[in-house]
């Protein structure tokens, strides 16, 4: 490795390392952080680069701000600088949430039970928050929000994968046949990369999607079938953030991996942490045993569920300025988008709803921490620390 190549790595790590310590707020907070740190301090990108992968990231299933970092050290130290970015971004947070599962089962008492309730009230304004956001965003017209609708209604009826997956498909297909395409500028400086690695990339994508289904049903212990669920649910998640919650409570909560109470609870303090969201897999992996062998499921986790979508970057980045024209890819990608409104809607009423919502007085709180995000803008983490403060306070107070 030539000098100039591990100072530019060096370089990588220490400011994606950074980010992943300081960046709170969620995906588009995220990526605030990283057109202040990677456009206007350090000069990588123009603003039209920096707009063309945020473009890309959000046509692409998985996460759209690790996503976006992922191509920003792919562009500055090759397949390398990729990695080091999102391991240097991905790991505080990972680590924070494996440390919290690790001590959530010494959460006891009256204090303890009332700290955990507090997270999951802050679950039910965060939620609600992106909802309402992503429907404002994804659903402008009357036909992507009858697409939200149904697929709401189809994840609530069929309920689980099958549920999520047929709402997808359906919001999809409705979405080529109704959907009308926004006319997009062809692009001055466009995203390019390497073909070098653009076909193992998309054949790897689509041998995991379809041979780890079926070496998890042949073979036996936890690390495979984690493996499966975990890179499925990756590749399944159009929108990234709050997206993932319905697919991975369909994943880990159905087959008992996990109890629904310490799904949610560990949701709630995920909105804590800085970094992406998508780390709640480490937490979901901890959970499942103790010990080393729950450290090792969510190292497997959170690489699996982040490993599809940068996958498919590495595949479709250099055949983005062709994709990004077709009308056809718009319209699928439009209706997909409304069906994950009506998918994550469908969750907000269960399992969260359902979980959180025992009292009038919780209604008032989460009521509380919805006006707050929605309408004064406190960064969730503020929202964490005052709920949980309530929540112990009243529950301490009978």
């Given at each position: ?40 301090r ?44 999102w ?25 303890g ?6 997270l ?15 429907a404002?965003k994804l659903?402008?017209d ?19 994968a ?17 959907c ?11 995203v390019?990369?390497?073909?070098r690695?653009r076909?193992?990339?998309l ?31 990756g ?9 993932v ?13 996990v ?7 560990g949701y709630g303090?995920a ?5 992406p ?19 090792l ?13 940068m996958?498919l970057?590495?595949?479709?980045l ?75 306070g ?5």
């Open positions: 490795m030539s000098t100039m190549t591990a100072s530019r790595l060096g370089e990588l790590f220490r400011t994606f390392l950074w980010l992943g310590l300081t960046a709170f707020g969620g995906p588009v907070a995220h990526l605030g952080y990283f057109r202040e740190a990677f456009v206007v350090r000069r990588w990108l123009s603003e039209v680069d920096f707009a063309d992968l945020v473009a890309l990231c959000q046509f692409l299933p998985g996460p759209a701000s690790s996503q976006v970092g992922f191509a920003i050290g792919l562009r500055r130290g090759g397949l390398r600088g990729a990695l080091v970015a391991c240097a971004f991905t790991l505080p947070s990972a680590v924070a949430l494996v440390l919290f599962a690790a001590g959530a089962s010494a959460l006891g008492g009256e204090t039970q009332a700290l955990i309730h507090g999951k009230l802050v679950a039910v304004a965060v939620v609600a928050h992106a909802v309402w956001g992503m404002r659903c402008p009357l036909t992507r929000a009858t697409i939200a609708l149904i697929a709401g209604c189809l994840a609530l009826l069929l309920g689980g099958a549920g999520q997956l047929g709402a997808i498909l359906v919001g999809a297909g409705v979405g080529l046949w109704r009308r395409p926004a006319p997009m500028p062809a692009s001055v400086q466009p390019t990369a390497s073909r690695w076909l193992p990339a054949v790897a994508f689509l041998a995991l999607l379809l041979l780890l289904p079926l070496m998890a049903a042949a073979g036996s212990g936890p690390a495979l079938a984690v493996m499966a669920a975990f890179y499925r649910t590749a399944l998640v159009f929108g990234g953030g709050h997206v919650l319905p697919l991975l409570q369909a994943a880990v909560v159905e087959p008992g991996w109890s629904q109470n310490t799904f949610i609870t303090a909105q804590a942490v800085p970094g969201l998508f780390t709640f897999a480490a937490y979901l992996g901890a959970a499942m045993a103790p010990g080393v062998h729950g450290w499921l969510a190292a497997l986790a959170t690489v699996m569920i982040f490993l599809p979508g996958l970057l590495i595949g479709v250099p055949h983005w300025e062709r994709l990004r024209a077709s009308a056809r890819a718009q319209r699928l990608i439009q209706g997909a988008n409304a069906a994950v409104v009506g998918i994550l809607a469908a969750a907000l009423y269960d399992p969260i709803w359902q979980s959180a919502i025992l009292a009038p007085l919780d209604i008032v709180l989460a009521a509380l921490g919805f006006g707050l995000l929605t309408r004064w803008h406190w960064p969730a983490w503020r929202v964490v620390v005052l709920l949980v403060a309530a929540a112990v009243f529950g301490l107070l009978g």
